[in-house]
């Protein structure tokens, strides 16, 4: 990781949407003294024209991304802009970019003592994105930083098995109906858990979530930044 | 499905589950379950291979073979063989589901009677024939309801206790047996080198099938594997994932008529058996169907953790496939409004069923191939269409 060249890249949910998740991301980069860049007129991923079929579109957008991101270390909050591009650019553009996730980030803040946290007995869930997870195999970094910041309770499918929260695919937008009763059913899990928070490491999974459940859903920047000591 | 269906429907699906769980981590699965994905991804690589074999062997076992490019053909091509019946019997077949057989017959004043229980409730429902899953069709009924489906089909008034349904059930279709000639059954897998057809079934039913003057076996191209060693490892696995059991109480292999050759060695057709039996193997769009597509068993482990298909049932599916991979065939066996209107978007393409799936098909690389079709042809959501206007001259989706 080139973290002397590092661009943040917000992704549209947390751009445009919850940007508290944006905010608290650069919060931890500033507390960790870390230089970093935000793109003006930050562009579009592709990820979602890509999921819904229109690949023309999503291609004619991904040169123009890939033109603007290549070459620097990319830190990415959301799992869909990590999954596209991480996987989708190298497969359908040949362009290999420098990708972090901010759960991988933060998960080396911590160990390399960057940034301290203070830990606590709060009972925290963990909803795995399908983008982070199954896509893309990232399973454990999410759960390093949830166990240094509390008691990390697991629901009943987790991992490669952990339920969707609804909202991928373009389904939110086409058949929000479907969206809400998933999300409904991943929310029993999570009440079974025990935990008091959601967390989670994808913007879309936390507006999918949250909008359809009362417990308290958190994106996992947001809950570090909650938990950093100040010296 | 309605509320109480769907509520139903994911009850037996989470008993279906727990059962599996012990057998699907026992070791010897895991080794078939290798054994089986290397089976079925060579077999559809050497698909038309295997056709050819399997049309010699077929041909020597004095097994009729019938190629049907599409469903109609194949059914033109049924109704030439059981034109002069009133009445034919079948067992559960997805294949005979994909043509439209039940419909057409209905058509032609030709009775049809499912042997299969499931399919049998489900046949007797007046208001939805959909099965909820390819081995349990009748999942998401309740026991009360079943028994009032039956009661009012068979004229009669039935407590609903599940053994009373099951024994009035099986007395009506033995009555209704007496009356028929003719047996229409699938095949879970076919040995191409063997000419054989494989078929696994619980109820005894398509023994009975087989027994009868002639048995038609209508089955697709995808079906075909090279031998019966390779045809019995995918049954087996089969039904491990489908019901979490080792092995079904039945599994037969028809590799020809019933003949006899006890007397100075020479062949007498016509014993016990069927005096004719006749294979329809249907193409109607596997050729140009994405080949991954085409690995599948048939267990219909992947809609059981689907969280589309656990919240809306069957309406995320076409016909008798169910579920996403459902849905992409549909685009194959059909056309692009066709898999637009099975529920090409409802999928969240979160690949859960891809690790659900014993062959381990991605259906969500698939989904997404078969949406950039889909919307070529200008079946897309229209919201999808506002995002895509969005993106091009906002920059965001929103």
């Known amino acids: 990781m080139n973290t002397n060249k590092m661009i943040y890249f917000k992704g549209c949910v947390a751009r445009e949407k919850l940007k508290n998740i944006a905010d608290a991301t650069e919060n931890i980069l500033k507390e960790a003294g870390i230089n970093y860049q935000i793109i003006e007129d930050e562009p579009c991923c592709g990820s979602v ?21 290549n070459g620097d270390t990319i830190l990415v909050s959301c799992a869909g802009c990590y999954r596209t591009l991480k996987k989708d650019y190298k497969e359908l553009l ?31 869930t963990y909803h795995d994105p399908c983008h ?9 970094a999410s759960r390093k930083v949830l166990e240094s910041l509390g008691q990390l309770m697991e629901m009943e499918h987790n991992r490669d098995k952990a339920l969707c929260c609804g909202s991928g695919g373009g389904v939110k937008s086409a058949h929000p109906e479907i969206s809400d009763s998933i999300a409904l059913n991943r929310l029993k899990e999570v ?41 | 499905m309605n509320k109480d269906e769907l509520e139903t429907m994911r009850n037996s699906f989470q008993m279906l589950d727990e059962r599996r769980r012990e057998i699907l981590n026992d070791s010897r699965i895991k080794k078939l379950q290798e054994r089986v994905k290397k089976i079925r991804t060579e077999s559809m690589e050497n698909m038309e291979k295997l056709m050819e074999t399997a049309t010699k062997s077929f041909a020597e076992n004095d097994i009729q073979l019938i190629y049907a490019q599409d469903a109609s053909t194949a059914l033109k091509q049924i109704y030439e063989l059981i034109k002069k019946e009133k009445i034919v019997a079948k067992s559960k077949s997805n294949t005979v589901g994909e043509i439209g057989l039940s419909d057409f017959l209905k058509e032609k004043n030709v009775e049809l009677v499912e042997t299969d229980l499931g399919d049998r409730i489900v046949q007797l429902n007046p208001h939805d024939k959909r099965p909820a899953h390819p081995i349990g069709p009748a999942l998401h009924l309740k026991v009360e309801k079943i028994a009032k489906i039956i009661s009012e089909s068979l004229g009669v008034s039935v407590e609903p206790d599940p053994k009373t349904i099951m024994e009035l059930v099986k007395a009506n279709v033995l009555q209704e047996l007496e009356s028929c000639n003719i047996g229409i059954t699938g095949a879970n897998s076919v040995a191409a080198e063997d000419g054989s057809l494989i078929m696994v079934h619980n109820e005894g039913n398509i023994s009975l099938l087989s027994l009868m003057d002639t048995h038609i076996i ?10 019966i060693e390779d045809a019995i490892s995918v049954v087996k696995l089969e039904t491990a994932y489908a019901t979490g059991t080792r092995i079904p109480s039945y599994i037969n292999i028809i590799s020809g008529p019933s003949k006899t050759a006890d007397i100075e060695k020479k062949i007498l057709k016509n014993m016990y058996g069927a005096r004719k ?31 589309v298909y656990n919240v809306v049932g069957h309406e995320f599916g076409y016909r008798g496939y169910l579920g996403g991979r459902g849905v992409a065939m549909s685009q194959f066996l059909e056309d692009e409004k066709t898999s637009y209107d099975s529920g090409l978007f409802m999928c969240t393409l979160c690949g859960l069923c891809t690790i659900e799936c014993p062959v381990g098909i991605s259906t969500n690389d698939i989904m997404e191939k078969i949406r950039c079709k889909s919307q070529e042809a200008g079946f897309y959501p229209r919201a999808h269409g506002k995002i895509r206007k969005n993106i091009k001259t906002k920059g965001k989706p929103f």
Request: aromatic share 4%.
């Open chain 1, 49 to 69: 024209l890509l999921r819904t079929g229109f690949v023309d579109d999503a291609l004619e957008q991904m040169q123009k991304t890939a033109q603007l991101l």
């Open chain 1, 132 to 140: 982070l997870g199954r896509h893309c195999g990232e399973y454990e």
């Open chain 2, 218 to 227: 209508v089955i697709g191209i995808d079906k075909l594997v090279s031998t």
């Open chain 2, 277 to 307: 039996v006749v294979v329809i193997l249907l193409d109607n769009g596997r050729k140009k169907a994405i080949r991954e597509c085409l690995w599948c068993i048939g267990c219909g482990s992947c809609i059981v953790s689907c969280p």
């Open chain 1, 94 to 124: 040949d362009v290999d970019l420098d990708v972090i996730h901010t759960s991988q980030l933060f998960s080396e803040l911590i160990e390399e003592k960057k940034i301290i946290i203070k830990p606590s007995h709060q009972k925290i």
């Open chain 1, 191 to 231: 009440d079974k858990s025990g935990a008091d928070i959601l967390s989670t490491s994808c913007p879309f999974c936390k507006l999918n979530l949250a909008e359809n459940g009362s417990v308290e859903v958190l994106d996992l920047s947001e809950l570090v930044l909650r938990c950093i000591k100040h010296e």
